[in-house]
């Protein structure tokens, strides 16, 4: 099975809104409503920030939203701030009983 | 609180084996699905296994499958990854991480991780 397709990098000023996608087949995205993102930070372990398609952990900013349509799900930051800049994850469960990640997006804020 | 601790990792030649280990605290290990993860340096993150909470039930990625074996330990609040023939392209950072339940039902997401243990495969 093939990575999850996002893009190599996105960029938005403080303030603005981002969106991440992250595009799969019938058999991982658009067929489950497993997807998950995690913000990883340089040197740090991944953290969980959307599980099941579009809810927040505990503790997690409701500035970060999910949402899926068909086979792409995407994650939206609004409000950028300065700490959101990080390398950005996805995940799929699959129908192999199996997760596939996205290769990762890099956010830098302006 | 809950804590997830790697150990195990290391330098190792092409073709050898290494048994990683992970220690969970803070939480009840026995009613939670474990798993593995890994991130080659510079690169992204790759799934590698995961385990049932009972042990019943295992699964790993294809590239991993036949070289790789994940173990638990309730009684010890430890999971474990024997990696067996490893090559070079195995070098990375392991992660175990905690399959996220709510409510006993499975979200299919990682809640918590570790912070990772660095295996080298090189000669």
């Known amino acids: 099975q093939s990575a999850l397709t996002q893009p190599a990098s996105v960029s938005g000023s403080p303030g603005q809104s981002i969106t991440i996608s992250c595009t799969g087949t019938?058999?991982?995205?658009?067929?489950?409503?497993?997807v998950s993102w995690y913000q990883q930070h340089p040197g740090k372990a991944p953290r969980l920030m959307i599980y099941a398609v579009n809810n927040r952990p505990s503790g997690v900013s409701d500035r970060f939203s999910g949402s899926k349509s068909g086979n792409t799900a995407s994650l939206t930051i609004s409000g950028l701030q300065a700490e959101d800049e990080a390398d950005y994850y996805c995940t799929s469960y699959t129908y192999s009983d199996t997760w596939l990640f996205g290769g990762g997006t890099k956010l830098t804020v302006l | 609180q809950v804590q997830l601790v790697e150990s195990g990792g290391g330098l190792v030649k092409p073709g050898g084996s290494l048994r990683l280990s992970c220690a969970a605290s803070?939480?009840?290990?026995?009613?939670?699905?474990m798993s593995w993860i890994r991130q080659a340096p510079g690169k992204g993150l790759e799934w590698v296994s995961y385990i049932e909470s009972s042990s019943s039930y295992t699964n790993y990625a294809d590239s991993m499958k036949g070289r790789f074996t994940i173990s638990r330990d309730n009684a010890k609040q430890s999971l474990y990854l024997q990696m067996n023939s490893l090559r070079a392209e195995d070098t990375a950072v392991y992660y175990c991480?905690?399959?996220?339940?709510?409510?006993?039902?499975?979200?299919?997401?990682?809640?918590?991780w570790g912070q990772g243990t660095m295996v080298t495969v090189s000669s």
């Open positions: 991480a905690r399959v996220y339940l709510i409510n006993d039902s499975l979200m299919h997401a990682f809640d918590i």
């Open positions: 019938r058999s991982d995205v658009g067929g489950y409503n497993y």
């Open positions: 803070g939480f009840t290990f026995s009613d939670y699905y």
